[in-house]
């Protein structure tokens, strides 16, 4: 089970720009203060939570929450795939051979 990314979006105290915060941000928060700056934030919460669930909520100045994006992560479970080996039955068996998993290995240099 991977947990869930908890995003908030806030007015900066000095009214410059919005901070993204989160324990989830490799500095724990992203000032913006662009005119777009809250989609710009959220896409980027979003984006870094790709492979996670996601909640963003949005804070006007008095701390209410004014709208709340949420964000389904696509991270799939890890597929295993066997690792390729050559076709040994095709490969011209050499004169060395590694006992330890009994087959005969192919060495073009020969």
């Not at 908890?6 to 993204?20: A, F, P, Q, S």
């Not at 100045?61 to 799939?76: D, L």
Request: hydrophobic share 35%.
């Amino acid at each position: 089970m991977l947990s869930m990314h908890l995003y908030e979006v806030r007015l900066r105290k000095d009214h410059r720009g919005i901070d993204l915060i989160s324990d989830a941000l490799p500095f724990g928060r992203v000032c913006y203060r662009e005119p777009n700056a809250i989609s710009n934030a959220i896409g980027y919460a979003k984006f870094f939570s790709r492979s996670h669930d996601a909640v963003i909520p949005v804070y006007d100045v008095a701390g209410n929450v004014i709208e709340t994006h949420e964000h389904a992560g696509e991270f799939k479970e890890p597929i295993w795939h066997p690792p390729i080996l050559p076709q040994l039955s095709q490969a011209p068996h050499s004169q060395e051979c590694c006992e330890s998993v009994r087959h005969c290995f192919y060495h073009p240099s020969e």
